[in-house]
Structures are given as C-alpha cells and as structure tokens.
C-alpha cells in the first residue's frame, strides 16, 4: 500500500514538472509573440510583472512559508535597487558582479532586521520589520549623494556577457530565468528537511523547541533567503526602469508586495507569481478605462478578501473544480 | 539655545498630543479586535478635507472642526459596520489586504470629491500671531493645539480608566469572552468606539490643517507614526499610547532641530549635514526598535 | 558538589500573586523512577516546565548532569539530554506519523549541518525514515505510520507523544501525565511501556493514579501548593502523616 502512494506521489509530481516546463516555454515564447503582435512596449511590462512576481514569491516564502508576516519586505528589494545603481556609478556595470552584490547586500540586511524583530512575534513582529524598513527607507532618502527623493538612475543596464539587455526581449529572457530559478530553488528548499522543519515550525512552534531545534535560528535562516531573493528582484527593477527609486524602498511598497502575496495565495508556490501578474494586469487595465482605476482596484481587492480568502489561484481552482464535478 | 530646546519641546509636546488622539483609537481598535487598521490613517485624512471645506462654506474655523468631528465619526460607524466587522474573525493578512483597499478608495474618493490640489485650512484669525510666555514668543495657534490635546487627552485618560464605559472597553482589550458574558453587548461597543476614534482623528486633521498640507497621501505618512505610538506603548493600552506619543513627538521634533547641530560639534560640517538630517528622520524607528528589543509587548503591555 | 542527574536547588516561581512554586528542591539520581505527585494545581506541570525549559524560574537554580541549566533555552536543553511530555496532547497534528518522529530524529543528528539542508529532499532520507518507523515500533505503534497524527486515537497520540520525546534520545525524560485521559487498556500498555522505559533513562513522572506510581517508582516526591514536602521510597510516601494529611488522606483511610 506504501509503494502505490508513493509511486502516486511521483506520478503527481513529475506531471507537475511537466507543466512547469510548458509554462516556461509558454513564458519564453511570449517576447516574439508580442513583437509579431506589433505590442513591442508589452515586452517590457512582463518583465515588469516577472520582477514583481520574483519579488512576491522571496516574501511569500517568508510569510507563506515561514509563518512570518512581515511587512517591511520593500527595505530589501529597493536596498538591491539601490546596491546596483550606486556600483553602476562607480563604473561596475558587469551584471555578474552588481546583481549577486545586490543580493548578498539585501541578505546581510535581513539577516541584521532578521535577528532583532524575531524577538518579537505577531502583530509586534510586523510593526519592528516596519520600522526598519522605515528607517533604511529614510537613510536613502536624507543621503544626498544618493540621489535623495529623486533616486539614483542608472545610465544603461547591467552587462550580462554576449546579452545585451538594452534589449527588452533580451532582459524579459533573463529576469525569467531568474524567477524560474528561484521558484525551483525554493521548491528544492521546501521540501528538504530544512523546509520541513520550517513547516513543522508553522505548525507548533514550541513542540519543534522541545524537540531540540533552534527555532528563531530557523525562521531567521528563512528570513535571509526571502530577502536575499528580493534583492536580487531589486537589482532586476533597477535595470528595468534604470532608476533605483524611493518608491521602492517606501512602506506601501511592500503593502503592495504583501498584497500580492494574499492576491495570489499564502503558501502556495506560485502565490507571488499568480498575486504580481493579477494586480498589474489589473492595474493596466483598469487605468485604461478610467483616471480613477485605484478606487476599482480596492473595491476589487475588497471583493477578493471576501469572496477569495485563500487568493485567487486558489479560487479559481475551486471554481474549475465545481464546474468539472457537476 | 536653551529658549530654541524649549520652543522645540512646546513642538514636540503640541505634535505628541496631536498623535495622541490618532492612537487612541488605532491602540484600541487593535487591543480589543485584534484587528490591524491600515485605513485609519484615511480618516485622520478625511476629517482633515471636511475640516476645510466646512470652514470655507462657513467661513468659521470652530464649525469646519466640529463639523468635521462628526461627520468622520459618522463615516467611522458606517465603516465599521459595512467591512471592517466582517474581519475581526480573520488573520492579519487579511486585515492588511482589506484596509489596504480602503486606503486606495479614500484616496481616490477624496480625489474625486476634491481634486488633486491640496486644500487650505486656515487657523482663526483672532490666533494667528505669537504669544509672550515665560519671556519667548510662541504662536498663539500652536498653544491651542496643546490646550485642545491636553483637555481631550485627560477627559480620555479618565473615560477609559475611572468611568463603566471605559472598564468595558478595557476589559473587552484583554478578555472579549468574559465581557461578553458579563453582558455587554461588544458588538455595539466596538462600533462606537470605531466612531469614537474616527471622531478623534477628525480633531487632529483638522487641529493639524492649518500646519501641515491638507492632502491626498497626509494619512500614509502619520499612520505609521500612529503605529510606531501604539507598539511602542503596549498594543490597547492608553497610558501606553500617551506616553508613547509624547515620547515620539518630543523625540522626533527635537531630534529634527538638534541633531544637525550636536553632529557638528562632534563631526566635520559636511558629514554632519548630510548624515544629520538621515539620523534625525530614523530616530523614533530606532527608538522603536530599541524599546521593542528589550520590551518586546512594548512598554505597557495590556494582556498577560 | 556530587550531584544526581538533576538537582533543582531552591526553585521559586509566580504568576502575579500565585505562588505556583516555592523553595522547591528536588534530587533525580541517574537511573532511578521518581515520581512527582500532589494534588491538582499543585504546580507539578509548573516544575516540568522549569526544568524541560519551557518556563524560567524567578529564583533557586536547575543542575543537569553537574552543568547550571538554569538559564538554558529548551531547545538547547534538549541537546544536553533533557526531554519531556506534555499533559495535553502535543503533536504535530497534521504531519503523518511517521513525520513527526522523523522530526524528531533529525533534530538529534548532527550530521550533514543537521537540518539546515536545503537540497536533498527529505522523503528520501532512509536513515532517519527508517529509525522514526523503529520507534513507533517501540512504543507500539507499529502498522501506524502513515497515519496523520490529528486522526489517530487519544491513546495513541499520547503514545506518539512518548515516541517523539524517546526520539531524541535523552538522559533524563519527563514524562507530565502520559496516562492522562486514557482508557484502562490503553494506561496498562502505557505503564508496561514506562516500565520498560524506565530501565534505559532516568525518568521523572508526574501521575495522579496512584497504582502505577507505587508499581513504577523508585522514589516518590510530593509537591503541596508549591510546595515540596516530602521525598521518600513508596512506603515511606505511603505511611507520611503529612502526606497523608495533605493529599492521600481521602484515598487511604
Ligand atoms: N501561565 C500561568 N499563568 C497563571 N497561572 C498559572 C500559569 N501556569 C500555572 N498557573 C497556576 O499555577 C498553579 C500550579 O499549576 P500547575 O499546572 O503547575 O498544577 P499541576 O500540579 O500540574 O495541576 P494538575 O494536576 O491539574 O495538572 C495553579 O494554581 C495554576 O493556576
Ligand atoms: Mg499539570
């Protein structure tokens, strides 16, 4: 009876693997598509949404994942932003040394942020993730050198070898390998034993203690990846808009990322991916057809804390599923 | 100089009070639902416009504000009772989803009713120059602020602490089932609350008008000050909120005027211009931080 | 100082005005059975928790195996060997449970960087997979693996309990109550159990039926509104006039 489960549990999963490499050659084909389509700017906002959904998926694996709402995830990714514009002024524009620069940046930040707010839990936890970011928030901004409210822009984008990311298809092609990388990655980590621990965790945190696990060493270790993730998103949107912009650092910043968490589904793994594509598609469309669309998307997003609590992957699953019983 | 500290720390004490009034509210709605309010930030932002549209119409300050009191008590009640019940039994994240949406809907309808041009506020004229007190000058405005917050800060001290009403809301804070079976009807309270506190975040828009721009985007910046109060405090504790917002409007205030200047004694003059005004604006976050490491319920911690 | 295994020495704890524990010193040698009994709300679950960890103490101090633990988290307690059960069901309800003793095996090997391993999935782990099933087979729930812990029955939650504590190998295992709502089948396994346990690991046992502690224990401590008043052989416990007075009283006469 073991066997059969298990050889299910393959069967599942490699079918599951099937149609991750559908969806990436989906994905891949979209940049040629568009361009034959003659909707060349298209290019450009779904590396948009790729970068956003890279960076709602680094948070979901925090707060989904990891059991820790945390809302100051926008320090991380503008902390990356701002980590290849300041080298790019310096004259290092070779994007395998900016990027991994902007990431490892962002992840001695969580790992700093990390280990203090862990101290705390719940509602306080959300507040002191907050505050830092608050606080790196408004280092960027006092530092004039830095570009103050204007932000620091980039002159070009990053030198990747023979790739030329000025490019929009080129760039598309490289920041979905990054979001393809790193869902594989957090899908690897997820179901190693650190990720069950982390699970575990979620489930009952003081029974993981009494079974001898150092649990804040645990979330904490969690909290480095997502943030680590989201620098490298950072330095994505920085060359995407060749600017690292306050904005990005602000605190709406990761309200808007968390909200695509919730959008698209806590925990799940294509959570941050379906949340960021909803929200932006929505966005776009929504400004075409009125000035004032952000007062349709909050009645939407009303709508969706209503009727999809679980985000709206999930629904829609439940949705297709009803129709396929009747 | 020490007449520039104490000028600073009258603006400290008038902008701590201010907070004041929009963390009493929040720390309540939080201590007693559970229930994080990202919109309440909107209502300081509301009375703030219905403030200066009934004072234009009416051409009186006092009936702008207390026009103001009302009407974004009122619009606190209906919220209450039209969505943010329906989340008091949901996790944070659904909260935060939520209230999110209100902000992007405030935002917008004031847009929609006002336009995308500030407003202006403008404080009585009777108050517009400066006072002689203890041998300095200090605008006459500025010292009804810390007239109005003290009188309202007291009158809630004692509501919340000394009277029945106050005791439910307290206990409802820390035990909702037991007060519940004490027969309070908590669903009734918590409305008027909301109403209360939406009521007291329409005094200081309106209180604040006349200082700061009365526009779309003034809720977002002083809602996280509001939180940083609260956390700070204790969450649902008022005597935490107090002297969380003194603590807060004292420290920021000064920390604006003086820091710059200790920096310079201390670093050469290009350094401390620019790392001066970064260190002023992170200092009630390290603040927080700080308390928070140590105290990690904040300072008056409300359960257990 | 030659010490026992544990030495609480002067332990003192509140909760606001209650004084859940006082002054209580206690001595469990390696090896022994010693029992902790005293009426409801005595504090016996208050004195696990000082020494699994879960809790500190306001005063007095915690010596495990010659080592002050006092100020020592739980989990690293674990790691020097002390484990403990929990009064009220404390499992991972939705993990198999096989998974939950798997956890608990992994937490004690330390090879590899132990659990902070991020690629290997952890299904396919044979090692650990193979000792968790060893140890549900020991306290007999063999057969049972792949059932999710919240669906199993209360007896035998509480047997998964013992397993995931057993799993971390322990010098010393505090067991609170592990008979504690069961039927009269269900604690007679859980006492053959205990008493096969309590050849290989010191064991301190908190338990109201008073025929399994005098079958079980080597020594019996009994705790009195916070209060530790008396430690003696079963026998002796039986004859104390003030233990009789104070908790056997109705039982015995
Ligand atoms: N976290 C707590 N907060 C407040 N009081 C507590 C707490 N934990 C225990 N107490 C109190 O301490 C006293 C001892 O409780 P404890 O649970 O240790 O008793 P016990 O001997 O294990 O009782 P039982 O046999 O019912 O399990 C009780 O009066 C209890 O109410
Ligand atoms: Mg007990």
New binding site residues.
Partial sequence: MAASEKSALYRQSARRRALAVVALLVLAALPPLLQALGQDFYVSFAARILIFALAATSLNFIVGFGGMVAFGHAAFFGAGAYAVAILAERGVVSAFVAWPAAAALAGLLSLAVGAVSLRTRGVYFIMITLAFAQMIYYLFVSLQAWGGDDGLPLMARSSFGPLDLGDDAAFYWVALACLAGALFLLDRVAHARFGRVLQAIRENESRMEALGYPVAAYKLACFVIGGTLAGLAGALIANHGLLASPNLLHWTQSGTLLVMVIVGGVGALYGGFAGALTLLLLEEILAGFTVHWHMALGLLLLVVVFRAPRGVAAWLHGLFSRRGAK | MTQLILEQAMNGLQFGLMLFLLAAGLTLVFGIMDMINLAHGSLYMVGAYLAAAAAAASGSFVVGALAAVAGTALVGALLEVAVLRRLYARDHLAQVLATFALILVANEAVRMLWGDQPMQLNAPEALAGPVEIGGFAYPAYRLLIIAVGAVVALALYVVVTKTRVGMWVRAGASNREMTEALGVNVKRLFTLVFAFGAGLCALAGAMLGPLLAVQVGMGESILILAFVVIVIGGIGSIRGALVGSLLVGVVDTLGRALLPWLLREFLPAEVASNLGPALAAILIYLLMAAILFWKPAGLFPARG | MSGGLLDVAGVGRH??G?H?LSDVSLRVTEGEVHALI??????????IHQISGAQTPDAGTIRFAGEDVTRLSMHTRVTRGIARSW?VTNVFARFSALDNVALAVQGRRRDWGGSFRFWVPADAERAIVDEAAAWLAEVGLAGREAAIAGSLAHGEQRQLELALALATKPRLLLL??PMAGMGPEESERVVGLIEHLGRKVTLLL?E?DMDAVFRLADRVSV?VG?RLIFTGLPDEVRAHPEVKKAYLGEELV
Wanted: glycine share 24%; aromatic share 4%.
């Fill in positions: 909760f606001g209650v859940a005293g009426p409801n709300g005595a504090g016996k679950t208050t004195l009064q609170d109550e908190v109201h705790l916070g």
